[in-house]
């Protein structure tokens, strides 16, 4: 794997709960640099992303708030991330709220087409966040960047998404929250919707490895987008927006293990961890432990055996 380049994305301004901007010092404090280091990996630490002054936009939607603010994160996160895959790294965004993904899967997808390769992208969040800033009620915009990845209407205001990713590139994993106009929306679309009732039924791993294959035949870069309200509130309390029955610690850990083994995630988000909101650092310590698991640590390394 190249160097793992961390970079901090204090973004708090796609929701309405403060704390999010705590995230990348609570992923440091919790040892991920020192977890990624010691599975012999190069680390470089890019430091935290600063929002310049910039003055309010205003937004036919009135309930759209933070809107220069957003655009100021998904231009700077954009770049940064470019930059980070052009030096031959392997991007880690620390977030942050979700809205952070507006820039850091813009910045994969600008890398992917100069590189003429296809982006692929893991949603693994209870929530779709396939509404526009058209289309939201909340006005939170940490609800839209599934929609802009994919190339909807509504993002008059942000710079026009590099190459938007096909449907049926987009995998959403563990979904379980979906309001109606985003199921319309997504009705429009081919994305794979692995829910958590597909999950139940097939099972983690089946879903998964479908759309890895489809990466790998397609020699696709994988841009990996990792929510904390993916995993159940029990095991991962700090994130605004919680919805029961999330992945369980063992299924993200598995989760994290197949991706590993693909060889196939190029980039990797971490957002919505809110230390405010945390137990002792629990959600922050799980979250650096799933890194871990992505990036190759195993309980138990299973050698091939001849029968």
Known sequence: MPKTILIGAPVDSGQKRPGCLMGPAAYRVAGLAAAIRDLGHGLEDWGDLA?????PIAHPNPAVHSLAETLAWTEMLMDRVDDALSDGGFPIILGGDHSLALGSAAGAAAYAEREGRPLYLIWLDAHSDFHTPMTSTSGNLHGTPLAYIAGREGFDA?????APVRSDRI???GIRSVDAAEHAALLQHDVAIND???LDERGIVAPLREFLDRVKADGGMLHVSLDVDFLDPSIAPAVGTTVPGGATFREAHLVMELLHESGLVTSLDLVELNPFLDDRGMTARLMVDLVGSLMGKKVFDRPTRSK
């Open 196 to 198: 958590m009732r597909v």
């Open 51 to 55: 929002l310049p002054e910039v003055a």
């Open 171 to 173: 995998c959403m994993y």
């Open 158 to 162: 942000f710079p026009p998404f590099p």
